[in-house]
């Protein structure tokens, strides 16, 4: 069982719609949890941090962190042909620094 | 991405060949991880330095695979003697300090021949 699922989808929605991107874990012991954006042939762009449960938004950006179920979201709202991308969910524990555990990423597609 | 700098871009080698691989971290930022991408695969971590020292090296093959960061100048990934299943995208990251956020830079694309 890998130690973080996520959907790879692919994904399409209409633009204006919204996202909700999803991934699950399996170690307890993770506390800071990462979205990360990757457009093709680039590197990952660090969109949202959080180490709490609840909800952090940024812009049309929403992280929701849920400890007890080990699940993370992210909502995107009023989507744009430019969210088009990979969506990749990390997160690490308190012993491992900053290395870092992804998902697989979700591909995102926003149809203009 | 352009605060974290990784050359090559692209790089072609043939089987049996050494690839250096480079990566400058952000300006402050003394922490640098390297990870791997397999196609339609995630991002699998390799290897954490600070100046000077290997932190981590959990996700690191035990041959062929080594790097470093000096006191002065870029950290490097190298590949000794690359086989065909070493083509991937190597990116590196960088955070100022333990248990910040990571900041990518855009990879370098090894293909083996």
């Known amino acids: 069982q890998k130690e973080v699922e996520q959907d790879p989808g692919p994904l399409s929605v209409p633009e204006g719609a919204i996202v909700s991107l999803n991934c699950t874990y399996s170690?307890?012991?993770?506390?800071?949890f990462m979205w990360y954006r990757q457009y093709s042939r680039k590197g990952p762009e660090l969109l949202m941090y959080?180490?709490?449960?609840g909800n952090k938004e940024d812009g049309r950006f929403t992280a929701q962190v849920d400890k007890s179920s080990k699940y993370i979201s992210l909502f995107i709202r009023d989507s744009q042909p430019s969210d088009s991308a990979t969506y990749l969910c990390a997160m690490s524990d308190e012993t491992s620094g900053s290395r870092l555990t992804f998902g697989e990423g979700t591909q995102l597609t926003v149809n203009p | 991405n352009a605060g974290v700098m990784q050359n090559p871009r692209h790089l072609v080698r043939r089987r049996g060949q050494e690839a250096r691989l480079r990566c400058s971290p952000m300006k402050g930022h003394s922490h640098v991880y390297w990870y791997r991408q397999l196609p339609e695969e995630g991002l699998k971590f390799m290897v954490y330095?600070?100046?000077?020292?290997?932190?981590?090296e959990s996700g690191m093959p035990k041959e062929r695979f080594s790097a470093e960061f000096p006191k002065e100048g870029p950290s490097i990934l190298r590949i000794q003697q690359v086989v065909r299943g070493d083509s991937a995208a190597y990116f590196c990251a960088s955070s100022p300090e333990v248990n910040s956020p990571l900041h990518f830079g855009n990879g370098t694309r090894l293909t083996v021949t």
């Open positions: 170690n307890s012991a993770f506390q800071y």
């Open positions: 330095l600070q100046k000077e020292n290997i932190i981590d």
């Open positions: 959080t180490y709490s449960s």
